[in-house]
């Protein structure tokens, strides 16, 4: 297998674990809105994150949500950065985090 084709299959696998993490955050969660920011913002692909995903991340943590809520939000991006290995996760999430 050519260094292109693992790249590629890394990119579309990453890519179908989001599309699932999204769906079971649909489900499952208390909190979909922002498990969903939080997938979508932190995704697969090298490009900035949408605004309205990184809003609804910093409206997550403002000083005037219930402290319950900003726990979860904070644990929340913590798990899905610390359970990466993808530098674009990362670099997404950190740069839209410090700049914004």
């Known amino acids: 297998m050519s260094v292109g084709t693992q790249k590629s299959l890394r990119k579309a696998l990453g890519a179908l674990k989001d599309t699932t993490t999204v769906s079971l955050a649909k ?45 979860y939000c904070i644990h929340a991006l913590a798990r899905r950065l610390s359970r990466t290995h993808n530098w674009a996760v990362c670099a997404s999430a950190s740069y839209e985090i410090l700049c914004d």
């Open 27 to 71: 489900v499952n969660s208390d909190y979909k809105e922002l498990d969903i920011s939080i997938v979508k913002a932190t995704n697969h692909y090298e490009r900035p994150a949408k605004e309205k995903h990184i809003r609804a991340i910093f409206a997550a943590v403002s000083a005037t949500r219930p402290r319950a809520d900003v726990a």
